[in-house]
């Protein structure tokens, strides 16, 4: 059951780390960006300058009043301004006007979905945000497929010179030249079954209860009120009893879907290295904390002048990926001395990267899966088709 749990874990980075177009990050003003420095502890949101406009004012999330999002009227101005794009007879300045009033329209979607999820996971009890969160996590696909077919379109007109020199960037309708994600029935479905598995699986945490000493009580308050660490995992053992057997059918059918969707957007090596852990007895992580060594003009590993240039320009000490190197190196050393067959993969460490599982400040992981067994299962191994 573990080694299934961190192959979900592993098929799950696919669409948590950005390495498919699922999402186009967009800012209407453009500029260079500076790291802040974070030297004297975390920087306070209200005074974080950032290098453009937020769209969305700050607010308290307490004092954040949920609207339900109009995806009808979005869907239908985006493939409005889609049709006049392509029109001929519109002008540039028209098409990113009405595009800009739009896209205001699905940053409140994307904020009103996460606001409902927030409330919900909260208080899995609160059937009205239950059902908004089921329902933005329905309607993710039809926006992002609207969204899309807009870029793609906007893309073929003979405005796209000026939408990209006025507007989006150069060579921004680049990756909208061939089939784009929601161009495909099946990816589609993929992903609605994948809402829906997660949807299922947070209801599964609504408020559990297990028999206990001959009643029905709440895991949750068993927990919080356990004396001893041996009653805390007693406790656990229970709950992973009664309700091991169904999140386990959702974990497996979400790890089908999602590598599935791995072949799909041209992730496959995903797909095989997950096989690889599925097989895996055992997967050690290691992971650098950023920091600087103060080496500056006599390194320069990092292509910047200084260590202070580096940090300025959010650059990555090439030191953190030699100490991860040595780290993972005596490693594999002292497994092959007793035998154990292993191999270091990126797709591991950056799956439990994008799932903080060793916190916020590891910037760089590489996972080591290990197996004890006839043969090793990591080499000999065939890309997925």
Known sequence: MKKRCFALLLALSLLLT????????????RGEYTRPDYSDGAISYREFQRPYQPRVKYTAEPDIEYVRPDVDGLCSTLKSIGASATGGKAAAADIINQFDAAYDDY???NTMGELAYLRYTRDLSDSYYEAEYTWSTDQTTRVEKAMEDCYTT??????RSALEEQYFGEDFFASYDSDGVYSDARTVAL????????AQYVALQNDPAIEWNGAVRSVSELLENAVTADLYYEVLGAYYDAYGAQAGEIYIKLIQTRRELAGRLDYAFFARDADNVDYADAVVLFGMEEQRRGLNG???YCHFKSCADCAKQDGLCAWDAVDVGIAIGSAVSAAADARVDSRVMFSVGRAAKSLGLLGEKATLVLGLPLSVSGKSPFFDRKPKK
């Not at 950005?18 to 003003?29: H, I, Q, R, V």
């Not at 906007?154 to 405005?159: C, F, G, N, P, V």
């Open 18 to 29: 950005g390495c498919s177009p699922l999402f186009d990050l967009y800012s209407a003003f």
């Open 107 to 109: 940053v409140l979607f």
């Open 154 to 159: 906007m893309a073929k007109s003979s405005l």
């Open 191 to 198: 992903l609605q079954q994948e809402s829906e598995l997660q």
């Open 298 to 300: 006599g390194c320069q």
